[in-house]
């Protein structure tokens, strides 16, 4: 398990926001990014608010590529 590779990812955790300005803030960060594929998003849970940011650092960027590579396998 590399979980380097995850640290490395770049996450956005967001906490406190309603759901609109979720969205917004998610469309100005890819939009300012040069590859807003690679950008993991997530909002917090009750559950992640209890762990170690480094766990949720991984768990979120091992989502993001196993739903990227779903979404390849898919199209």
């Avoid at 849970?45 to 979120?60: A, Q, R």
């Avoid at 091992?62 to 739903?67: L, P, S």
């Amino acid at each position: 398990m590399d979980e380097q590779k995850y640290i490395n990812g770049k996450v956005v955790v967001i906490n406190g926001f309603t759901r609109e300005e979720v969205f917004r803030i998610v469309r100005a960060i890819k939009a300012a990014s040069e590859s807003p594929g690679e950008i993991a998003f997530a909002m917090t849970t009750e559950n992640s608010l209890e762990m170690k940011l480094k766990d949720v650092i991984i768990d979120v960027a091992r989502e993001h590529e196993y739903m990227t590579r779903q979404q390849r396998e898919n199209s």
